[in-house]
């Protein structure tokens, strides 16, 4: 499955990209299992998506939870928890 993803903020500059389009194999199935498998890309991809960081996710520019089903040429985006001040 083809599926464009995006970067925001702090996690687009830890990675040093805003978007990248990839093909992720068929076991790939939910926002979550995304996650999972950019993980085991390692070093910056494991730091930056770790399981205990803090990150908000997006499916086709809604926010969604990890159980989100994904689908052909979709847009996954990850960025962190906004903050108020």
């Known amino acids: 499955m083809h599926i464009q993803l995006r970067f925001f903020a702090s996690v ?7 978007s990248q389009e990839v093909e992720v194999p068929p076991e790939v199935q939910t926002v979550g299992d ?3 498998w950019l993980i085991q890309r390692g ?3 494991a730091d930056v998506l ?3 960081r803090a990150l908000r996710m997006a ?3 809604q ?3 990890p159980d989100k089903r994904i689908s052909e040429r979709a847009e996954v985006a990850f960025f962190p928890p906004v903050t108020g001040g």
Do not use: I, T, Y
């Open 12 to 18: 687009r500059e830890k990675l040093g990209l805003s």
């Open 34 to 36: 995304v996650r999972q």
């Open 43 to 45: 070093d910056v991809w």
């Open 50 to 52: 770790a399981p205990d």
């Open 59 to 61: 499916f086709n520019q």
């Open 63 to 65: 926010m969604c939870e």
